[in-house]
Nanobody
Framework: QVQLVESGGGLAQPGGSLRLSCAGS????????MGWYRQAPGKQRELVAR???????VYVDSVKGRFTISRDNAKNTVYLQMNSLKPEDTAVYYC?????????WGQGTQVTVSS
């Protein structure tokens, strides 16, 4: 059974930082492109960062220079370091494959940026 479990979310002040983790079981991330997605209230889910199997990264413009995606294949885990957080980063964050595998959505982790 494939499971993707996100963690690390919480409440942060504007300008603050959070580090999200996505641990996978039942499937190896090693050769797969992985992504972090987010869904804000009333908005569609969007892909904010992606990392290929060999470590190439791509970011949506709104997070460039602030977020960093990384992976640890030995731990089968993908990370999202989020710095200089803004209120508009408030959303539920999910990890998934790129392209998406709809069968493998986890619970997500809530990120709230507010003073």
């Amino acid at each position: 059974q494939v499971q993707l479990v996100e963690s690390g979310g919480g409440l942060a002040q504007p300008g603050g930082s959070l580090r999200l983790s996505c641990a996978g079981s039942g499937v190896s991330f090693r050769f797969n492109e992985m992504g972090w997605y987010r869904q804000a209230p009333g908005k569609q889910r969007e892909l904010v960062a992606r990392i290929t199997g060999n470590g190439r990264t791509v970011y949506v413009d709104s997070v460039k220079g602030r977020f960093t995606i990384s992976r640890d294949n030995a731990k089968n885990t993908v990370y999202l370091q989020m710095n200089s957080l803004k209120p508009e980063d408030t959303a539920v964050y999910y990890c998934n494959f790129v392209p998406i595998s709809n069968a493998y959505w986890g619970q997500g982790t809530q990120v709230t940026v507010s003073s």
